[in-house]
């Protein structure tokens, strides 16, 4: 989910790779960057996680709600999450189903408990909010290479870490947004920090990427990610917790019936 799967590792950078992103044109250099930040992100299968979610106002009121969230890795498509609240009582058993394309726009459905009926994201949707969070359908999607098209920007220290700055352009027309900037990690080629761009190109939200932990020696994950809401104020932080990978899930996990199963 930059989205709740969100893009990445720890790898030594071979030859072949560090000549990639050190050549050609600024489109080259940009799509070369994505490509090494998907490739290092490959192979992790399933996963599951404990998730809180704080709402938080201008005037800095805080709500929260707890989440539970599963991931599967889909081999040559986008990639599949299921997420269910279980706090507060109000939202307790709402369920989300987000199944990312590389090409086509992504399915996604919403279970309402209350209603007891399965609502279906419409394309035209996917940039409203998630949930009254600052993040949009969109953000909850997993990163594909061929979602985008890209451009380097430069090389940036940013706190200390020496970074590529990039920008993503959405190939999908009904994007909330008109361009991304990212400050890609050198060394273990994970984001640290997006900017978000609406459609008249101003600055929107801005989402940091803190506390990453290593996995099977290999997969970096961020244990915590804040959205900040440029032009309303708003934030939304969330805490992930209790990583789990390789546990068995598999498609039936992940079909629509598991929206009404979420328990």
């Known amino acids: 989910m930059q989205r709740f799967r969100q893009l990445l590792l720890m790898v030594t950078v071979t030859i072949v790779p560090f000549m990639s992103v050190h050549a050609g044109t600024a489109e080259e250099k940009g799509l070369a960057i994505a490509q090494e930040v998907d490739r290092n992100d490959q192979g992790w299968g399933d996963a599951a996680a404990s998730m809180e979610m704080v709402l938080r106002n201008r005037q800095g009121e805080e709500s929260s709600r707890s989440i539970r969230i599963k991931f599967l890795e889909v081999n040559g498509d986008g990639d599949k999450s299921l997420t269910i609240f279980d706090n507060p009582r109000d939202i307790k058993g709402t369920a989300f189903l987000s199944f990312s394309h590389v090409i086509n726009a992504d399915d996604q459905w919403l279970y309402l408990p209350a209603l007891k ?23 909850l999607a997993s990163f594909e290479v061929d979602k985008y098209h890209y451009k380097y920007l430069r090389d940036e220290k940013l706190n200390d870490q020496e970074t590529f700055v990039i920008e993503n352009y959405p190939n999908y027309e009904h994007s909330g947004y008109s361009r991304q900037i990212v400050w890609v990690d050198k060394q273990r080629y994970i984001p640290l920090k997006v900017e978000y761009y609406d459609r008249k190109d101003d600055l929107l939200k801005t989402l940091t990427f803190n506390n990453y932990k290593q996995y099977l020696d290999k997969y970096w994950r961020a244990h915590e990610q804040v959205m900040d809401n440029r032009q309303n104020g708003k934030t939304t932080v969330l805490t992930l917790s209790n990583y789990q990978f390789r546990i068995g899930l598999n498609d039936r996990n992940f079909d629509r019936n598991s929206l009404r199963r979420a328990r």
């Open 117 to 139: 009926r399965v609502k279906r994201i419409s394309s035209a949707n996917k940039s409203g909010p998630f949930m009254g969070s600052q993040f949009a359908y969109e953000d």
